[in-house]
């Protein structure tokens, strides 16, 4: 008779307990299984230039961010400033996808808040973006000079993200080549 009334006690607290460990838990750490992995290769338009595509092996040899981004997203807006910073100082490449975004629509965007990219590639229908496996924007990759992701940032950069985490990534990726 007892165990009939222990069972629910025991389901209660075993959901208790993984609600109370998954509320500790960063959304933004959410890991990923490409992290060590080559980068998915792509070959899209530019968003400035249509008529040029730009792949992601145009990138080999040299360690850079891909930073996945949209005009419609909030979240977007956040780390922009930063991102125009870390463009106009060249500490490293940044790589804009435009995800799933009218091409009209990024350029104003551009106009209205500076284009902090060396090149920006155009994922319309979010295929680029599926492949590295994107649920939202902002997304930003680090990818090394082999062309493997060394580390995915999900949400809008921070300054002491960026100082803490990404650059001294960066230094040492720049150094092992």
């Known amino acids: 008779m007892k165990a009939k009334f222990l069972v629910p006690l025991v389901i209660f607290l075993a959901l208790a307990g993984f609600l109370a460990y998954g509320l500790k838990l960063n959304p933004r750490e959410v890991p990923s299984p490409l992290v060590g992995k080559p980068a998915p290769a792509f070959s899209v338009a530019q968003l400035q230039a249509p008529e040029a595509s730009f792949s992601s092996a145009d990138m080999r040899g040299q360690v850079w961010l ?37 091409r009209a629509d990024a350029l104003d965007y551009l106009v209205r808040h500076g284009n902090p990219y060396t090149t920006i590639a ?26 493997v992701i060394r580390y995915k940032h999900i949400g809008p950069l921070t300054r002491e993200h960026f100082e803490r985490v990404l650059m001294p990534m960066i230094t040492e990726l720049s150094r092992a080549g």
């Not at 991102?83 to 490449?93: A, F, K, Q, T």
């Not at 155009?122 to 062309?147: A, M, N, Q």
């Open 122 to 147: 155009v994922d319309p229908e979010g295929k680029v973006g599926f492949d590295y496996g994107v649920y939202g924007t902002p997304e930003t990759f680090l990818i090394d000079r082999e062309g």
């Open 66 to 102: 891909l930073n996945v981004w949209a005009s419609w997203c909030v979240s977007c807006r956040q780390e922009h400033p930063l991102l125009v910073e870390l463009g106009r100082r060249g500490v490293v490449p940044v790589v804009g996808l435009n995800y799933k975004d009218g």
